[in-house]
């Protein structure tokens, strides 16, 4: 049984001031088989630890460095996020690869270094609405995920949970249809399977992202395929991330 993921990425946003207002006004009651996450900027996870860790509440990163320390002026580390408490790391965000041009085999090697310090990738995929329009989501996201797999063990493979993020549904206010996410969930399991086997396919965690709000949430984890939500800009208020973990 695949155990469903109710993720927030914070972005760029809430000074730690405001991240400690935040906790203290979110409160929810412990669901069973549901996890929640926050993914809040770097300089908000320790406050997120202290309100977090004594809840069965999770935190997590938005990127890290696929190196464990050394040179590398301004990056973060696995080992120092696993430090941190960390359980989950986002991975190629579409906002990284597209402003900060991270490649797909940069993306790979973030996915690695995450597994090899016990936490758990998000790897996030996904196409933009000219690729889309081109009939070239199959092969954008096909070849996202099999490169960041592409070094991984069947066993390792079967731990990372991939978020479908249409670019054109990000911060738009227009999801994708749940029927469509979950033609792409169905088309992500496919690819995990040639790439990984059958094993891991079965156990690889899919999440939607891309304008989830209280509303459409349910409806997308309706979908048989799809274990979760990856969740921006309704992440931020927490009346509503209250609503949509207790509807997960
Ligand atoms: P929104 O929920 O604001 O559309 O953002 C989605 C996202 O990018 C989560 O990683």
């Not at 696995?78 to 402003?99: F, N, T």
């Not at 965690?205 to 939500?229: P, T």
Request: charged letters at 30%; a negative charge; hydrophobic letters at 40%.
């Amino acid at each position: 049984m695949r155990k469903t993921l109710i993720a927030g990425n914070w972005k760029m946003n809430f000074t730690v001031t405001e991240a400690e207002s935040f906790f203290k006004s979110f409160k929810i009651q412990k669901k069973e088989g549901v996890e929640l996450l926050f993914c809040p900027p770097f300089t908000d996870i320790p406050i997120t630890r202290f309100f977090l860790e004594r809840s069965s509440i999770l935190w997590g990163a938005q990127n890290v460095y696929p190196e464990d320390n050394g040179a590398f002026t301004g990056e973060i580390s696995a080992p120092m996020l696993k430090d941190l408490g960390c359980s989950y790391v986002i991975c190629g965000h579409s906002e990284r690869r597209q402003i900060l041009g991270e490649s797909d085999e940069l993306v790979a090697r973030k996915v690695k270094a995450v597994l090899s310090h016990d936490m758990i990738p998000i790897l996030c995929v996904g196409e933009t609405g000219e690729e889309r329009k081109e009939g070239q989501t199959e092969e954008r996201i096909g070849s996202e995920i099999r490169t960041a797999l592409f070094e991984l063990s069947k066993e390792e493979a079967a731990k990372v949970v991939i978020a479908y993020e249409p670019i054109w549904a990000i911060g738009s206010g227009k999801a994708a249809t749940p029927e469509g996410a979950e033609e792409i969930a169905v088309f992500i399991r496919k690819t995990v399977k040639e790439t990984a086997g059958k094993k891991a396919s079965e156990e690889v965690r899919i999440l939607y992202g891309g304008s989830v709000n209280g509303d459409n949430m349910s409806h997308f984890l309706k979908q048989k395929d799809i274990d979760g939500a990856l969740i921006g800009g309704a992440s931020l208020k927490p009346e509503t991330m209250i609503d949509i973990y207790s509807k997960a």
